[in-house]
């Protein structure tokens, strides 16, 4: 029955989707209830980072990549189809009893370029700060970098951690500890800093107000396939908007238009 | 260690005239076959070794020969691909779960072959082999969720680092030390022991004077043999290290190593990150190759001295 | 009495040595089993992962487990047999030998990891067999291949010369005398060499990652991919989704390697007594 990497003829029974760790709350939850009221259809979804997912995609061995980046230069050639499914905030997230809440773009830069290395720098307490990044798989990494560091290189020295939960579990276990998330998996354990004066929230995400935003893609290639291209419809319906991906911590890709963004 | 076969294949080749000439050729077929099989592991290594080679030789068009073994940074996004921080990693680690590791491996095999009842020995040999059986993500695990808050408390740190990374990789190492140990230690000829002992000498006197030196080969190669397993090792490593591509900033301070950077950089890399990547491989493979020879090399050594 | 007390005290030394391994391993085992043995439910082996935060079962990740470590055993069996065959019965200490030898040692010794690279460089890049078991258990024979021909090879050099002298002195041949009288009394310790190599496939992460994939998927064919448990074990405590279900699946991977290691020493002192 499992026709994997087969495309020459015959329908295919699975799709095959590839990429972010960030998107997998989406991919597989909506994966699942997909194959559940879909007999004899699988989505197979694997999080190998956004690059691996617009690599693979545009060599044909997934059905959908997912990232959680806009294309870079070199990946625009490949003739990809970009349908935009999410938009999710990047948290900057530091120890629940820090008293620092409230950081300006140039600290929180100056913080992860190695420039500022002890809280009592930005009003906190006289504290060594902890720096945890992601690996540079990572298309959090990517938008962080994007966003807050205006390119001004992270600092070698910080602690990579290649999977999200981990630099979560880690920044509420150390006291001086920084590091960023997606909102969608800030818990209580740790604590979500506001930039310059903004808290990372639905409501200052749709407005424009919290800077470290960006938007979740699905690539896929023309020759998309039936089954596919009705996964994505379905992603996109308000079934998995509203619930799936209001319940992971993002924001329905609808909320702007909503807005009249 | 020879003598059997021989006598085996005289057998045989007396016994072969009185063949059928089909027996024969079905004798010489299987033999043939079996010696395919052999060949396989040749194969095998040659295969990986051609398929690496493959795929990573272009280091030395780009980055270039030069930039690669001795680049002091590796960095995807600036696109420099030099090993040297990683080797550096590979070092600290090694070195640390060595000293660590060894002597503990040791003074259990010793513990195993001199000292220990029949009944303590029949508890602590399985618990040395059952080390060896588990999984290196439960060691990594185990490192993640116990070690590294403890060594977050002691060097005032995160907890992923040098120190981290030792401990757990000098657990996973005794099992391949003492194990080798116990053997060198168990070939030691029985009358040297009890001469020693005739002599008045303690049972320490015993192991220090003489025991270990006639066993030294021996320990040397499962050292070495040990260490090929630390510099080898991978997720566990990955699990703890913090796998920053910096030069050693003491043990606190988060590392990375050779097969570290490539678990983290393989899903994403592309272009010549990805022959880098490959380029680290042929490194780790040449380097257990290396390890591999220099233990046959100090067998041998040792025979003809005996 | 200086080299009394000398004797005394490192005599101490050493016994804590042994001390430490014991307790080392106990830690392990007694944490693992501690936190996991409540998400122990027929539930958690039995069915999927589903959810944002991986709740439910590990049931695909132990099919995709025990089918790439089943698969790659039948490719090895034959060929890691056959060439131990080779080296005890029939090869002449050579050259040829040598070469045979360094190559099984340095398989042995060759970084999980770089086996995981060149698996995906062969079976996936060259070969296209995508992330699957066939993938995942053709890269887990290289490296089971030495563990088994070493195990099978001291096998059959533990079997009495004088087994042999009696099947010849009959006039059997030399294969029916390896078939017939040599590999039967070695297949107890054969045996226990193929379930330690299990064990270390089952084991087995970085090798696996690389060819059979991440994807929660039970497989049917060889050629569909798969997550193993240990690849799922990674993969949960570094999202750090769902610790539980980690130590759940650790238990259940330390639970079968305890059995593999259990039943390889079983048969070991089973066969002992025989003989004894």
Same mark, same amino acid.
């Given at each position: 029955?499992?026709?994997?990497?087969?495309?020459?003829?015959?329908?295919?029974?699975?799709?095959?989707?590839?990429?972010?760790?960030?998107?997998?709350?989406?991919?597989?939850?909506?994966?699942?209830?997909?194959?559940?009221?879909?007999?004899?259809?699988?989505?197979?979804?694997?999080?190998?980072?956004?690059?691996?997912?617009?690599?693979?995609?545009?060599?044909?061995?997934?059905?959908?990549?997912?990232?959680?980046?806009?294309?870079?230069?070199?990946?625009?050639?490949?003739?990809?189809?970009?349908?935009?499914?999410?938009?999710?905030?990047?948290?900057?997230?530091?120890?629940?009893?820090?008293?620092?809440?409230?950081?300006?773009?140039?600290?929180?830069?100056?913080?992860?370029?190695?420039?500022?290395?002890?809280?009592?720098?930005?009003?906190?307490?006289?504290?060594?700060?902890?720096?945890?990044?992601?690996?540079?798989?990572?298309?959090?990494?990517?938008?962080?970098?994007?966003?807050?560091?205006?390119?001004? %290189?992270?600092?070698?020295?910080?602690?990579?951690?290649?999977?999200?939960?981990?630099?979560?579990?880690?920044?509420?276990?150390?006291?001086?500890?920084?590091?960023?998330?997606?909102?969608?998996?800030?818990?209580?354990?740790?604590?979500?800093?506001?930039?310059?004066?903004?808290?990372?929230?639905?409501?200052?995400?749709?407005?424009?107000?919290?800077?470290?935003?960006?938007?979740?893609?699905?690539?896929?290639?023309?020759?998309?396939?039936?089954?596919?291209?009705?996964?994505?419809?379905?992603?996109?319906? #308000?079934?998995?908007?509203?619930?799936?991906?209001?319940?992971?911590?993002?924001?329905?890709?609808?909320?702007?238009?909503?807005?009249?963004? | 260690?020879?003598?059997?076969?021989?006598?085996?294949?005289?057998?045989?080749?007396?016994?072969?005239?009185?063949?059928?000439?089909?027996?024969?050729?079905?004798?010489?077929?299987?033999?043939?076959?079996?010696?395919?099989?052999?060949?396989?592991?040749?194969?095998?290594?040659?295969?990986?070794?051609?398929?690496?080679?493959?795929?990573?030789?272009?280091?030395?068009?780009?980055?270039?020969?030069?930039?690669?073994?001795?680049?002091?940074?590796?960095?995807?996004?600036?696109?420099?691909?030099?090993?040297?921080?990683?080797?550096?990693?590979?070092?600290?680690?090694?070195?640390?779960?060595?000293?660590?590791?060894? #002597?503990?491996?040791?003074?259990?095999?010793?513990?195993?072959?001199?000292?220990?009842?029949?009944?303590?020995?029949?508890?602590?040999?399985?618990? *040395?082999?059952?080390?060896? $059986?588990?999984?290196?993500?439960?060691?990594?695990?185990?490192?993640?969720?116990?070690?590294?808050?403890?060594?977050?408390?002691?060097?005032?740190?995160?907890?992923?680092?040098?120190?981290?990374?030792?401990?757990?990789?000098?657990?996973?190492? *005794?099992?391949?030390?003492?194990?080798?140990?116990?053997?060198?230690?168990?070939?030691?000829?029985?009358?040297?022991?009890?001469?020693?002992?005739?002599?008045?000498?303690?049972?320490?006197?015993?192991?220090?004077?003489?025991?270990?030196?006639?066993?030294?080969?021996?320990?040397?190669?499962?050292?070495?043999?040990?260490?090929?397993?630390?510099?080898?090792?991978?997720?566990?490593?990955?699990?703890?290290?913090?796998?920053? #591509?910096?030069?050693?900033?003491?043990?606190?301070?988060?590392?990375?190593?050779?097969?570290? %950077?490539?678990?983290?950089?393989?899903?994403?890399?592309?272009?010549?990150?990805?022959?880098?990547?490959?380029?680290?491989?042929?490194?780790?493979?040449?380097?257990?190759?290396?390890?591999?020879?220099?233990?046959?090399?100090?067998?041998?050594?040792?025979?003809?001295?005996? | 009495?200086?080299?009394?007390?000398?004797?005394?005290?490192?005599? $101490?030394?050493?016994?804590?040595?042994?001390?430490?391994?014991?307790?080392?391993?106990?830690?392990?085992?007694?944490?693992?089993?501690?936190?996991?043995?409540?998400?122990?439910?027929?539930?958690?082996?039995?069915?999927?992962?589903?959810?944002?935060?991986?709740?439910?079962?590990?049931?695909?990740?132990?099919?995709?487990?025990?089918?790439?470590?089943?698969?790659?055993?039948?490719?090895?069996?034959?060929?890691?047999?056959?060439?131990?065959?080779?080296?005890?019965?029939?090869?002449?200490?050579?050259?040829?030998?040598?070469?045979?030898?360094?190559?099984?040692?340095?398989?042995?010794?060759?970084?999980?990891?770089?086996?995981?690279?060149?698996?995906?460089?062969?079976?996936?890049?060259?070969? $296209?067999?995508?992330?699957?078991?066939?993938?995942?258990?053709?890269?887990?024979?290289?490296?089971?291949?030495?563990?088994?021909?070493?195990?099978?090879?001291?096998?059959?050099?533990?079997?009495?010369?004088?087994?042999?002298?009696?099947?010849?002195?009959?006039?059997?041949?030399?294969? %029916?005398?390896?078939?017939?009288?040599?590999? #039967?009394?070695?297949?107890?310790?054969?045996?226990?060499?193929?379930?330690?190599?299990?064990?270390?496939?089952?084991?087995?992460?970085?090798?696996?990652?690389?060819?059979?994939?991440?994807?929660?998927?039970?497989?049917?064919?060889?050629?569909?991919?798969?997550?193993?448990?240990?690849?799922?074990?990674?993969?949960?405590?570094?999202?750090?989704?769902?610790?539980?279900?980690?130590?759940?699946?650790?238990?259940?991977?330390?639970?079968?390697?305890?059995?593999?290691?259990?039943?390889?020493?079983?048969?070991?002192?089973?066969?002992?007594?025989?003989?004894?």
């Amino acid at each position: 029955m499992a026709l994997t990497g087969c495309t020459a003829g015959g329908e295919r029974q699975e799709v095959i989707v590839t990429g972010s760790t960030t998107l997998l709350p989406i991919t597989e939850v909506s994966g699942e209830m997909y194959t559940e009221s879909h007999d004899g259809i699988a989505i197979l979804v694997s999080g190998m980072g956004s690059s691996a997912g617009i690599e693979s995609v545009s060599k044909g061995s997934s059905d959908i990549g997912t990232s959680s980046r806009e294309l870079k230069d070199a990946e625009l050639e490949l003739g990809l189809e970009d349908t935009p499914v999410a938009y999710d905030a990047i948290a900057v997230i530091v120890h629940p009893d820090n008293p620092v809440s409230d950081l300006s773009t140039l600290e929180v830069r100056s913080i992860f370029a190695g420039v500022i290395t002890n809280w009592s720098e930005v009003g906190g307490p006289d504290l060594p700060i902890g720096l945890v990044n992601r690996d540079e798989a990572s298309g959090t990494r990517e938008a962080f970098s994007k966003i807050i560091m205006d390119d001004a %290189q992270f600092d070698r020295g910080a602690v990579v951690l290649p999977g999200t939960g981990q630099v979560r579990s880690v920044i509420a276990d150390v006291q001086g500890a920084i590091g960023y998330i997606s909102l969608g998996f800030v818990t209580d354990d740790v604590k979500a800093v506001a930039i310059d004066g903004v808290e990372p929230s639905e409501a200052t995400v749709v407005s424009g107000a919290y800077p470290v935003q960006r938007v979740l893609h699905f690539f896929t290639k023309e020759d998309l396939s039936d089954i596919a291209r009705d996964y994505i419809a379905y992603v996109l319906s #308000p079934e998995v908007q509203d619930t799936i991906v209001r319940d992971a911590g993002f924001i329905p890709i609808t909320a702007k238009e909503a807005v009249g963004d | 260690m020879t003598e059997p076969e021989q006598a085996g294949s005289e057998r045989v080749n007396g016994g072969l005239k009185m063949m059928s000439r089909a027996t024969y050729v079905r004798e010489a077929l299987l033999k043939n076959l079996f010696l395919l099989c052999a060949i396989v592991a040749v194969a095998a290594v040659a295969l990986i070794f051609v398929f690496t080679i493959a795929r990573g030789w272009e280091v030395v068009k780009d980055p270039g020969l030069a930039a690669f073994l001795g680049g002091a940074e590796w960095s995807s996004t600036l696109g420099r691909f030099g090993i040297l921080p990683l080797v550096a990693g590979t070092l600290a680690i090694t070195l640390g779960s060595l000293v660590l590791g060894a #002597p503990l491996a040791i003074g259990t095999a010793i513990f195993l072959s001199e000292i220990a009842s029949p009944r303590m020995r029949s508890i602590v040999r399985p618990a *040395v082999e059952m080390l060896a $059986g588990v999984p290196s993500v439960v060691y990594g695990f185990f490192g993640l969720v116990i070690l590294r808050p403890i060594v977050a408390e002691i060097t005032g740190g995160m907890g992923f680092g040098t120190l981290t990374a030792s401990v757990i990789l000098a657990v996973m190492i *005794v099992p391949t030390i003492a194990t080798l140990t116990e053997d060198a230690l168990g070939s030691v000829p029985s009358g040297i022991r009890e001469a020693s002992y005739a002599m008045g000498a303690t049972t320490w006197q015993t192991i220090y004077k003489v025991l270990l030196p006639a066993a030294k080969i021996g320990i040397i190669d499962a050292t070495i043999l040990g260490m090929g397993r630390a510099i080898g090792e991978t997720m566990a490593v990955v699990m703890v290290a913090g796998n920053a #591509p910096q030069f050693f900033k003491g043990l606190g301070a988060p590392i990375a190593t050779l097969t570290s %950077q490539i678990v983290i950089d393989m899903s994403y890399a592309t272009g010549t990150h990805k022959t880098a990547l490959f380029g680290l491989a042929i490194i780790l493979f040449l380097i257990s190759m290396g390890l591999v020879a220099l233990v046959r090399a100090l067998s041998r050594l040792n025979e003809k001295k005996a | 009495m200086g080299k009394r007390w000398t004797n005394r005290i490192a005599l $101490g030394v050493l016994w804590l040595c042994g001390l430490t391994t014991v307790v080392v391993l106990g830690a392990v085992i007694v944490y693992v089993f501690v936190r996991g043995i409540g998400q122990i439910t027929p539930e958690f082996i039995f069915t999927a992962p589903h959810g944002v935060n991986a709740e439910g079962g590990i049931g695909p990740t132990i099919v995709a487990t025990i089918y790439v470590t089943g698969l790659a055993m039948l490719i090895v069996t034959p060929i890691a047999v056959l060439a131990a065959v080779y080296l005890a019965e029939y090869a002449v200490q050579g050259r040829l030998v040598n070469i045979i030898r360094f190559a099984a040692d340095t398989l042995a010794s060759v970084p999980s990891i770089v086996m995981g690279l060149f698996g995906f460089a062969l079976f996936y890049e060259a070969m $296209g067999l995508g992330f699957s078991v066939l993938s995942g258990a053709l890269a887990l024979s290289f490296l089971m291949l030495p563990i088994v021909m070493r195990a099978t090879e001291e096998a059959i050099r533990a079997v009495p010369r004088f087994i042999r002298w009696g099947s010849y002195g009959l006039g059997a041949s030399k294969w %029916q005398t390896v078939s017939k009288i040599v590999l #039967p009394s070695a297949m107890p310790r054969i045996l226990t060499g193929l379930i330690l190599a299990m064990g270390r496939a089952v084991g087995e992460t970085a090798v696996v990652i690389f060819t059979m994939g991440q994807a929660i998927y039970t497989p049917i064919s060889p050629l569909d991919p798969g997550r193993s448990m240990t690849v799922h074990l990674y993969t949960l405590a570094m999202e750090g989704i769902n610790m539980d279900a980690a130590y759940g699946t650790a238990l259940l991977l330390m639970v079968m390697i305890l059995l593999f290691n259990v039943s390889a020493r079983w048969l070991a002192a089973r066969n002992r007594r025989l003989k004894g």
